[in-house]
């Protein structure tokens, strides 16, 4: 994925190309006293207020018109507290200078998304994660969290202080505040294998909880219109450190998984009915690889096909029958679907409003081509997904709103609590929040 947002004659907009907005003024504050002065003087003059990182959510989570904060001046490490297994950075920093950063100091975060273009505050608020047995979300990786509050104060938040913020906060949707820096865990750099090959879909569905148990990440990648996955194992190693060889890491990351792949979906956007034989070529494209490298660059990979997506998280045990449901609705369906369907795992945890709240979590996402009718496809999926309690992912598309998601959040009148003491009078609002948490 590149960048992502811009403002061409004073119009935002999305990564994905699914949001626009207008703001009044926009503002890069350079501290956080700059930025708690642009709060307060948006409530003088009675503006909404949103931040938005790199426009990576597929949602209006960002959208305002009123004053947009831009938070590129904010980034950097403030402290590295080795003593402590933690990093405090601001919050406007990109997870990819996040990442490297923290190499060259020999540590890392114990778990990550698949790409790493958001910033760090962008991708924990909206629930970004990875896929892991026993490690879970970026979010339930922090340790601390600093936001500037409604009426311009600066909270500071922990299990310790505030701990019912910090419950909150830690995915908070913009919703609480804006986030300034955020603390998270960290551990000495590591090594993890990874190993990618090809399985049917019979398989990995028969053997989903062996391959989920045997492996601390285990990910895959089901082709719609074809019997085909591609699944992805990584394990700690004790090395020695094998990295794809560069040539043949472009020629698969790069020449097959972005170029050509580009190709096949714009002829598939062109002449659908040659989607399901090109799904044949992709799904057999890559072959077998292993490879031993740092988190990073095993956990994340280039992603250059722009395309818009849907998540929802469905509890781990209903995984196979819902993805068998939506497998047997493509396959009966006229949809022609040329982006393969992700799927990945998490533990639960303790944040209010994560995805995994409560609850082992696995997570199916579904994506179309940008510039593709995706409005079928994503209605019947969500169908599928609601029907076993799915949770949507905060920053994808999808339908949901607050009378439905207080029944799949046991702890959403939590949530709302806080954001009633932090902005009762809603300066953090915008019509998605309006949507999903109510008035």
């Known amino acids: 994925?590149?960048?992502?947002?811009?403002?061409?004659?004073?119009?935002?907009?999305?990564?994905?190309?699914?949001?626009?907005?207008?703001?009044?003024?926009?503002?890069?504050?350079?501290?956080?006293?700059?930025?708690?002065?642009?709060?307060?003087?948006?409530?003088?003059?009675?503006?909404?207020?949103?931040?938005?990182?790199?426009?990576?959510?597929?949602?209006?989570?960002?959208?305002?018109?009123?004053?947009?904060?831009?938070?590129?001046?904010?980034?950097?490490?403030?402290?590295?507290?080795?003593?402590?297994?933690t990093v405090t950075v601001e919050a406007g920093t990109p997870l990819k200078r996040l990442n490297v950063a923290l190499a060259r100091e020999g540590l890392s975060l114990t778990n990550m998304g698949d790409i790493m273009e958001q910033t760090v505050s962008g991708a924990t608020s909206t629930g970004t994660h990875g896929t892991g047995r026993d490690s879970a979300s970026l979010a339930a990786q922090i340790r601390g969290l600093e936001l500037v509050t409604a009426d311009g104060a600066v909270l500071t938040c922990s299990e310790q202080e505030n701990p019912e913020v910090f419950a909150a906060a830690r995915i908070g949707l913009g919703a609480l505040g804006i986030v300034t820096a955020i603390t998270f865990a960290v551990e000495p750099l590591f090594l993890l294998s990874a190993r990618e090959e090809p399985m049917t879909f019979d398989r990995v569905c028969a053997d989903f909880d062996q391959l989920h148990a045997e492996n601390e990440h285990f990910e895959f990648y089901w082709f719609p219109h074809t019997g085909n996955t591609n699944v992805k194992r990584n394990n700690r190693s004790a090395g020695p450190e094998r990295p794809v060889p560069r040539l043949k890491g472009w020629f698969e990351d790069e020449f097959l998984s972005n170029g050509v792949f580009q190709v096949a979906n714009w002829v598939g956007r062109a002449v659908p009915a040659t989607v399901p034989p090109l799904a044949?070529?992709?799904?057999?494209?890559?072959?077998?690889?292993?490879?031993?490298?740092?988190?990073?660059?095993?956990?994340?990979?280039?992603?250059?096909?722009?395309?818009?997506?849907?998540?929802?998280?469905?509890?781990?045990?209903?995984?196979?029958?819902?993805?068998?449901?939506?497998?047997?609705?493509?396959?009966?369906?006229?949809?022609?679907?040329?982006?393969?369907?992700?799927?990945?795992?998490?533990?639960?945890?303790?944040?209010?409003?994560?995805?995994?709240?409560?609850?082992?979590?696995?997570?199916?996402?579904?994506?179309?081509?940008?510039?593709?009718?995706?409005?079928?496809?994503?209605?019947?999926?969500?169908?599928?997904?609601?029907?076993?309690?799915?949770?949507?992912?905060?920053?994808?598309?999808?339908?949901?709103?607050?009378?439905?998601?207080?029944?799949?959040?046991?702890?959403?009148?939590e949530f709302t609590a806080v954001r009633d003491r932090l902005d009762p009078e809603r300066r953090f609002g915008n019509d998605y929040l309006r949507r999903v948490l109510g008035a």
Do not use: C
């Open 1 to 85: 994925m590149g960048s992502t947002t811009s403002a061409r004659n004073g119009t935002w907009r999305n990564w994905g190309g699914t949001v626009s907005a207008r703001p009044a003024r926009e503002v890069a504050p350079a501290s956080v006293e700059e930025l708690a002065d642009a709060v307060r003087r948006a409530a003088e003059d009675g503006l909404p207020v949103k931040a938005a990182g790199t426009g990576h959510s597929f949602t209006s989570i960002a959208a305002t018109d009123g004053v947009l904060i831009r938070p590129h001046l904010l980034t950097g490490i403030r402290d590295i507290d080795r003593a402590a297994g």
């Open 280 to 413: 044949q070529i992709s799904s057999r494209a890559l072959s077998a690889r292993s490879y031993t490298d740092i988190p990073y660059k095993v956990f994340t990979s280039p992603r250059r096909v722009r395309f818009v997506e849907m998540e929802y998280a469905v509890p781990r045990e209903v995984l196979v029958e819902t993805l068998r449901e939506l497998k047997a609705m493509v396959d009966r369906s006229p949809l022609r679907v040329s982006f393969p369907v992700e799927v990945r795992t998490a533990p639960a945890d303790d944040i209010t409003l994560s995805t995994a709240s409560g609850r082992d979590s696995a997570y199916i996402a579904v994506h179309m081509f940008k510039g593709t009718p995706y409005q079928g496809y994503f209605t019947a999926a969500e169908r599928i997904f609601t029907a076993h309690g799915g949770r949507p992912h905060w920053g994808k598309i999808h339908t949901r709103d607050a009378e439905y998601l207080s029944r799949v959040y046991p702890r959403f009148a």
